[in-house]
């Protein structure tokens, strides 16, 4: 019998650019369409736990994602399955500015391709509760580029990678 699920997770990104650790939360949705096969989409934000500073000001970045992505399920044993996930999606890069004298702060808002792959294990905890951790990668399109006095201070996506902990609730799908 084929199912559907949803997850909530807690996310923790992070990756070459120099923004640091990026925090925040997940959402994904999936059905089965096959034995192996699934469709999944949901909606990721991360943002800066605190400001980050550097000479000319402090910048407070985060960015706010939906994908949507096919994957393949394999049963590892009767209470583990291992998902892969590829896929793609838009999101919005954001970073608020508080400039140091003699500059000016500056807010910004950038629309941004995704490219994306996850890798979930699933531990089932009760008949329609399981566990989920995992790893994911995303690429942006183009990358975020946060610019401070105009030099870049931070960048985000080259590659975006994240941790993932989560519980997912998941039910069979209605017989037709």
Same mark, same amino acid.
């Given at each position: 019998m084929k199912h559907h699920g949803l997850l909530v997770a807690a996310?923790?990104?992070?990756?070459?650019?120099? #923004?640091?650790?990026l925090t925040g939360l997940e959402l994904?949705? *999936?059905? !089965? %369409?096959? $034995?192996?096969? !699934?469709?999944?989409?949901?909606?990721t934000g991360l943002v800066t736990p605190g400001w980050r500073s550097d000479l000319r000001g402090s910048i407070l970045l985060g960015l706010v994602g939906g994908r949507a992505q096919? &994957?393949?399920r394999w049963q590892l044993g009767s209470r583990t399955t291992?998902?892969?996930?590829?896929?793609g &999606?838009? #999101?919005?890069?954001?970073?608020v500015g508080r400039a140091t004298s003699p500059y000016r702060s500056a807010s910004d808002f950038q629309p941004i391709g995704m490219l994306s792959a996850t890798l979930t294990l699933a531990v089932r %905890? #009760?008949? $329609?509760?399981?566990?989920?951790?995992?790893?994911?990668?995303d690429v942006l399109l183009p990358p975020l580029s946060i610019r401070s006095g105009g030099v870049e201070a931070f960048a985000i996506g080259r590659p975006l990678l994240r941790g993932l902990l989560?519980? #997912? *609730?998941?039910?069979?799908?209605a017989r037709r």
């Open positions: 996310n923790v990104g992070g990756g070459p650019g120099g #923004a640091g650790v994904t949705g *999936w059905r !089965e %369409l096959g $034995r192996r096969l !699934e469709f999944a989409g949901g909606l096919l &994957g393949l291992l998902r892969l996930r590829l896929g &999606g838009l #999101a919005l890069g954001w970073a %905890l #009760a008949p $329609r509760l399981s566990a989920h951790g995992g790893v994911g990668i989560g519980l #997912a *609730w998941d039910w069979p799908l």
